[in-house]
């Protein structure tokens, strides 16, 4: 398996092509007879070579959907987890400020504040959004350091909001200014202490915490095992251990060896365990990258070498431990992008109807055919859609790129590399040159995003043929809905070469977060007003 990927590596991106140094050769005048006869052999074999790469790629590297029912089973579980901690830290902040209130009052021989209850509301709503942007929730093997930071920076930022909020409405004593900084002294002593014997109290109830398999070699996991069980209040339940073999032998009723990822998901999802912590071994850079788009949590014990998801890093009593996350697959980044596709796509569709008519009619007039053209391209998990646009091109393009190429050899190599022709002949004049240099040819495609086959924003859709080029990198390309723009059209578009695109598709991949979204966004009219790379 990995000659046959070396092959396919070493075909696309050595920059040449056998198909093309066979075409030259036939068509060269220096040739033998002999030559002849034997070129029409040779290509047939390289096509089918090339043919058998291309399944293995596919059978090897396209990424599987992550399990629905893990996904809901650790919402369910981080719910459970989050929720006792965060009722424990409000009571203690409202507790806090009660106790503040108090004791200032009586220190300045005044009644009990009166506006207690006006700013106990917002101290709570500023004080749980913060902790849970600090992600201190759902806290199962939370770094105790930035657990600390983030209780503590939590109740401060939210008495300064509410003390800018009163200066704004001008409603801020100086009796009710001292009562706030008393409160931020307090809560920022018991705040934590309360947090640690909850998290204690709450270790003795099976339902807390995140079930957890651990992989690994048998000494390691054991040691992992003993740790977790003895630590119920880092938030992990251990409910199975697996060592990573050739072989499915059981070794106890619990121990289960298991080479493939594919049965580490199944066992996980039967034991309702949505989160794998991966003990050192030689291989668990794979086994991450693997996992990591099908389980909502994988965190690795020991040093890791980081196969560039990781998120955050945990420094437990006596463990170093790394966490790894792919965003998109949890439920709420999902659903946060495709709402924002289908808003975006309707709203597109509605305003841009008029010049999309116009478009259509002008394609009409200049060119006898249909207005639309479907090419077929590789989705999300490997399935297959038609990606919609103006038709650019004359009917029979496929017989003029041909008829060019053979008039023009020298142009195949740019054929084969980028699948693009920088004057292609194929377009229709006028109207197909303006609507490519403008990429108005791809307003067609809001309907791809409006249906869920595309998103507004990720990896361009390529074609089967292009898969070979991304060799094992398709893993991390399957796993994303194709996007209208990205940051290959960002970042030069056709000035950049394939293995650019490549190394920026995985990038977004591996780096995707709502904030690089908009960034993309953002840069997407500039660079189609620019026209830099278009053609």
């Known amino acids: 398996m990995q000659k046959v990927i070396s092959q396919a590596n070493l075909i696309c991106f050595s920059g040449t092509d056998p198909r093309a140094s066979i075409t030259t050769d036939f068509m060269s ?22 043919s058998v790469q291309l399944q293995e790629i596919i059978e090897r590297h396209t990424g599987k959907p992550p399990s629905r029912e893990l996904s809901l089973t650790y919402i369910w579980q981080v719910a459970l987890t989050a ?15 009660a106790a503040a209130t108090f004791l200032v009052c009586n220190v300045a021989g005044t009644d009990p504040y009166s506006g207690f209850w006006k700013q106990l509301p917002a101290v709570l709503l500023l004080q749980s959004a913060l902790l849970c942007l600090h992600g201190v929730y759902p806290g199962a093997g939370l ?17 300064l909001a509410l003390t ?19 409160s931020v002294l307090i809560t920022v002593l018991l705040l934590p202490l309360a947090r640690t014997l909850s998290r204690y109290m709450m270790g003795h109830f099976s339902w807390w915490g995140i079930r957890v398999l651990v992989v690994g070699e048998t000494e390691q996991r054991t040691i992992t095992c003993r740790k977790l069980i003895k630590h119920h209040e880092w938030g992990y339940r251990p409910v199975g251990d697996f060592k990573c073999t050739t072989s499915l032998r059981p070794e106890a009723s619990d121990l289960i060896d298991s080479e493939r990822h594919d049965d580490l998901v199944e066992i996980a999802r039967r034991k309702k365990a949505p989160a794998i912590l991966i003990c050192p071994s030689p291989d668990r850079y794979e086994l991450v990258r693997r996992l990591v788009f099908q389980i909502p949590r994988v965190v690795a ?47 597109a569709l509605g305003l841009f109807a008029i010049p999309m008519a116009l478009i259509a009619l002008f394609i009409k007039l200049k060119s006898p055919g249909p207005v639309f053209f479907g090419h077929k391209r590789c989705g999300q998990h490997g399935k297959t859609f038609r990606a919609w646009k103006f038709r650019s091109m004359v009917c029979n393009a496929d017989e003029v790129l041909q008829q060019h190429l053979r008039e023009h050899p020298e142009l195949r190599d740019e054929w084969e590399r980028d699948q693009k022709l920088k004057d292609d002949p194929r377009v229709i004049p006028g109207v197909g040159t303006i609507i490519r240099k403008w990429s108005l040819d791809e307003f067609p495609q809001f309907w791809n995003v409006l249906v869920g086959q595309m998103s507004l ?25 194709p996007g209208i723009t990205g940051l290959w059209q960002v970042s030069g578009r056709n000035n950049t070469t394939y293995e650019e695109r490549v190394a920026l598709d ?24 620019t026209n830099r790379g278009a053609y």
Not at 83 to 97: F, I, R
Not at 144 to 156: D, F
């Open 29 to 50: 005048t220096s040739a033998t007879p002999n030559e002849y006869l034997l070129e029409p052999a040779k290509q047939g074999v390289d096509t089918a070579s090339e």
């Open 83 to 97: 929720c006792p901690l965060l009722v424990v830290d409000l009571l203690v902040t409202a507790c806090c400020l």
């Open 143 to 159: 770094n105790p350091v930035a657990e600390l930071r983030g209780l503590i920076r939590s109740t401060i930022l939210s008495y």
């Open 164 to 182: 800018g909020l009163n200066v704004i409405l001008g409603q801020l004593p100086r009796l009710e200014a001292t009562i706030f900084a008393t």
């Open 301 to 347: 014990f020991g040093d890791a070498e980081s196969p560039d998801y990781t998120r955050a890093s945990s420094h437990s009593t006596h463990t170093y431990t790394t966490e790894f996350n792919f965003p998109l697959l949890h439920f709420g980044p999902r659903l946060l992008k495709r709402f924002s596709d289908i808003v975006v796509s309707l709203i």
């Open 457 to 481: 924003i990720g990896p361009r859709p390529i074609v089967e043929s292009e898969i070979s080029k991304y060799s094992d990198r398709y893993f991390d390309y399957s796993h994303m809905t």
């Open 506 to 529: 995985r990038y977004y991949v591996r780096n995707w977060s709502i904030w690089l979204d908009l960034l993309i966004l953002a840069k997407t009219p500039a660079a189609v007003l």
